[in-house]
């Protein structure tokens, strides 16, 4: 039998049965612990020392604890301590961006996803680089700038190659003062060697969906096609930081096989990376099952409540809390507007995950991962950030300058962050509101604007912030970055 280990490399020994279930019976014991669960509320949160704040995280066996307990004024202080640490690392800054499906051609066989290839009745599409190109201009002239790059996993139609070309043509592509600046790429797990050449790409995080931790589910639910190989499966990101990638995105499919197994996987997952690679994953996707063509979500059995899926949210915040979150379109505004107050840090806007989807002037739906819960305009989407107090940020350049892996954890730790990010948010979001937006979101946002800027704490930081900002405004002068 596996003996769990964090530090290895075998994926049944760092995500190890016993161990969850072990961890779960022990969070299920302390759920009523109120002397337990308040030594882990004071571990979680964030402290102020010298140079900003700092925290601990918590293990996967206290945060289980957390998630467990169904005590209303221990879930209500999660909540609030997931806030305080979003808004102590990461400030009122959410980071925007879209997916851009290339292709659904897909030789997998998983049965809650409608790309799987017995689904004969899905239109099979594949961009061509003229196609990409189209693609990119439409979410160019959104405002978008950075992406997220989706394919099925095909060897022969989306073979490495073809998703190399397509990362050219993206960063290649430029209409009027419109730019992608950052490709994250979301496909099928890969060999170290193709891992080294999507880094020399110049891709900012690989994402890949673990969709569940729990292996004989896993199999079950995959069961044909590559994808199949659990370990090979779990073990990707190992490989990824291997040929030196050290900016990964983990995430569940929430609805596929009980939560708590899947929290308690996830963040063994995040601390097998930073027991191996010195730095943890960069940020966490929390995906539920949605209806698709051929997919129906019912048929499932684990389904989560909104309630639940907050509490998951807000639990691995406080967990981890140097990784962003991300929420998607998946969720309805509803959601979405509820979970951007317990720690989520990035959000997609005016998503369509149809291969071939924003050319078109009407939403198409014949080739869809799955239906859009949040239909708004990035324009909608950008206005109800900031009237809720958020700064939408369309800041890039972190990876840019390097600042990947441990140097953006070590950013995030040494309270630089309001004299870093926070200029480069308002600036990127002045060349979005100049640019792309409505009358009435550009006067929302150069209030939001003037007021954000006294934030600043270093005079000089503010006064070059408010130069480029007066520049971006009045030429075509754009991508300055601290
Ligand atoms: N094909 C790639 C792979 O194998 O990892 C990833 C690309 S896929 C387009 C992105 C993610 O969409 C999957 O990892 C899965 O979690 C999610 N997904 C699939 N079917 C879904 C559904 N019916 N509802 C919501 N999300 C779904």
């Known amino acids: 039998m596996a003996v769990y280990n964090p530090k290895s490399l075998k994926a049944e020994e760092f995500i190890n049965d016993a161990e969850i279930l072990e961890t779960l019976e022990y969070a299920d014991k302390n759920k009523d612990n109120v002397e337990l669960i308040d030594s882990i509320l004071e571990k979680a949160r964030p402290r102020k020392g010298e140079f900003g704040y700092t925290c601990q995280g918590l293990t996967h066996r ?4 957390l998630l467990a307990c169904e005590i209303p004024e221990k879930i209500e202080e999660i909540y609030r301590i997931a806030e305080e640490i979003k808004l102590a690392f990461y400030g009122n800054r959410i980071v925007m961006f879209a997916p851009l499906y290339l292709s659904n051609y897909c030789v997998n066989g998983c049965v809650y996803c409608p790309y799987h290839h017995q689904n004969k009745h899905i239109c099979r599409k594949k961009l061509t680089q003229e196609e990409v190109r189209k693609e990119v201009i439409a979410l160019q002239d959104m405002g978008h700038k950075r992406l997220a790059i989706e394919a099925g996993e095909d060897p022969v139609n989306n073979p490495l190659e073809y998703i190399l070309e397509c990362i050219n043509t993206i960063y290649t592509t430029n209409h009027k003062n419109g730019a992608i600046r950052r490709v994250n790429v979301n496909i099928a797990a890969t060999t170290v060697e193709n891992y080294r050449r999507l880094k020399e790409a110049g891709i900012g995080t690989y994402i890949l969906f673990q969709e569940t931790y729990h292996k004989e589910s896993y199999l079950q639910l995959h069961p044909t096609g590559p994808k199949h190989d659990y370990a090979y499966h779990t073990e990707a990101m190992d490989r990824a930081m291997e040929g030196g990638i050290d900016d990964v995105g983990l995430g569940v499919l929430f609805g596929l096989e009980l939560y708590k197994y899947e929290f308690a996987g996830l963040l063994m997952h995040a601390e097998h990376l930073e027991a191996v690679h010195g730095v943890g994953p960069h940020t966490i996707s929390v995906p539920r099952l949605k209806r698709a063509d051929d997919i129906d979500p019912d048929t499932f059995d684990n389904g989560i409540s909104d309630d639940i899926f907050a509490k998951i949210t807000a639990c691995i915040r406080l967990a981890v809390p ?72 369309f800041c890039t350049a972190c990876y840019r300058e390097g600042r990947t892996g441990d140097r953006f ?34 006067k929302v946002g150069y209030k939001l604007i003037a007021e954000e800027l006294k934030k600043i704490p270093s005079e000089k930081v503010r006064t070059i912030a408010e130069q480029n900002i007066k520049d971006i405004q009045n030429s075509n002068r754009r991508d300055f970055r601290f």
């Open 322 to 393: 140097y990784t962003g979150i991300i929420i998607s379109t998946r969720e309805s505004e509803q959601v979405r507007t509820r979970l951007l107050n317990m720690g989520v840090s990035q959000v997609s806007g005016a998503s369509r995950t149809s291969v071939g989807g924003y050319a078109e002037e009407e939403r198409p739906h014949d080739s869809e991962q799955f239906d859009v819960s949040d239909q708004r305009t990035l324009d909608e989407v950008v206005r109800w950030l900031m009237e809720n107090g958020h700064i939408p940020s």
């Open 62 to 65: 206290e945060a289980s604890v």
């Open 409 to 442: 954890m070590s950013l995030c730790k040494s309270g630089q962050i309001l004299n870093c990010c926070h200029p480069n948010a308002l600036m990127t979001l002045t060349e979005y509101l100049v640019d792309y937006a409505s009358e009435e979101t550009k």
